[in-house]
């Protein structure tokens, strides 16, 4: 089959390209999706929450797109009346030395022009009474939450309306960039140019192109726990901490679902495959014995604080340690009230290998009659949209960013 432009990938950041590419009319689109529907992995087992952008700091992709895409996302939701809840979030300082990173959130907000303010303890107990803060806290009003598979399936609906062809169990198992064929499992797609936007498998895509050589996709897996009824019904907003900014990610935190639940979580410890969602499944003879290498090595250099990072992350795998970190947000939090486990997620972290680091931007770079994101990790739902204007932009018209 013959098209224009081949996206590999059906999660967030394919689809809303597919659409930016369809409502400009650019020719014949398709999109490959591996499994039989989408928001299977990352774009479907996410946490919810539309950022608003305060954690990046402002020359960063991130701060570029989570802005204008948050404002985009929460459009579309509220035209098509999927659900919602804007219900805002407090950041906390959970412990004395935390107080200070305030100051620095607080900066970044104002510089990407997020809609955030300190506030006092006082004004803390009115708007979230169950969060506890030292210092003060920050309260982002137009932090929201969405059910993101509704989304995904809205705009699947929407590309099939316009006419873009949605072909599921497509696994890519061979690139000939000479010929611009994709074959799969089941068919051959040729393309005038290729989106990868396959998430956890992007290197594999890019490398096939020649692209990318010294990255390689590390994952790691975010564990969530269902709140107790009682402990939900008390919470308002989202609660996160002030993150520990010589470490790669957020931390514990707090959130409500659309559907009235509350999560704690997400964990983010080392996972040893692509969709190791379970202890034994998804792992490959192959590939996790490199995985641990990588891992090994980056504990042995030690960047960016790693190996007590790790330390840190697999300290929660005992529910006593993720409880602790759960009660130093909120008051009166008992170990009854973390009721059961709810879900698991995998992060498709992309690690640059030459220099031993993790990658926490977003990482685009051009190959062959093709473009490739390499690292779309949080807040890549929330950017989606905008994103999507972005990569159309750079396909069709003069490079800006990317390599």
């Known amino acids: 089959m013959n098209f224009d432009f081949v996206i590999v990938g059906g999660g967030i950041v394919g689809l809303t390209l597919a659409r930016e590419l369809a409502r400009r009319h650019k020719g014949r689109i398709a999109v490959l999706e591996k499994e039989s529907d989408v928001g299977m992995h990352a774009s479907g087992r996410n946490s919810g929450v539309v950022h608003a952008g305060i954690y990046y700091a402002a020359d960063s992709l991130k701060a570029r797109f989570c802005v204008e895409g948050a404002r985009d996302l929460l459009a579309y939701v509220d035209e098509h009346k999927l659900p919602v809840l804007k219900c805002g979030k407090v950041i906390v300082a959970a412990k004395p030395s935390d107080a200070p990173t305030l100051d620095v959130l607080l900066k970044r907000a104002q510089a990407n022009g997020v809609e955030a303010r300190r506030i006092s303890l006082q004004e803390l107990a009115d708007i979230e009474p169950e969060a506890v803060s030292h210092e003060g806290a920050i309260w982002s009003p137009r932090t929201a939450v969405i059910d993101s598979k509704a989304v995904l399936k809205q705009l699947v609906q929407e590309l099939t309306d316009l006419g873009v062809a949605i072909h599921y169990n497509q696994n890519v198992w061979h690139i000939d960039t000479k010929a611009k064929t994709v ?118 250099r030690n960047p960016g604080n790693f190996r007590s990072y790790v330390t840190q992350e697999m300290s929660r795998y005992r529910f006593k340690n993720f409880f602790n970190q759960s009660r130093s947000l909120v008051r009166g939090l008992e170990p009854s009230d973390i009721a059961q486990f709810y879900k698991v997620g995998i992060r498709a972290q992309l690690m640059d290998t030459s220099k031993g680091k993790l990658e926490m931007d977003f990482v685009i770079e051009r190959g062959p009659d093709s473009l490739h994101v390499l690292n779309a990790i949080s807040p890549a739902f929330t950017s989606a949209f905008a994103f999507a204007k972005f990569l159309t932009d750079e396909a069709l018209g003069p490079p800006s960013v990317v390599k």
């Open 183 to 300: 074959t799969t499992d089941r068919e051959a797609f040729t393309y005038g140019f290729l989106f990868n936007t396959a998430g956890v498998n992007a290197d594999k895509i890019a490398h096939a192109f020649g692209v990318g050589r010294s990255y390689r996709i590390l994952p790691f897996k975010g564990l969530y726990w269902k709140a107790s009824d009682s402990f939900a019904r008390k919470i308002r907003t989202l609660i996160y901490p002030v993150p520990d900014m010589t470490m790669p990610f957020l931390g514990v935190h707090i959130t409500r679902t659309v559907d009235g639940k509350v999560l704690f979580g997400p964990t983010a410890i080392p996972a040893f495959g692509r969709e190791n969602y379970t202890a034994l499944g998804g792992l490959d003879l192959l590939e996790t014995p490199q995985i641990g290498w990588h891992l090994l090595g980056m504990l042995a």
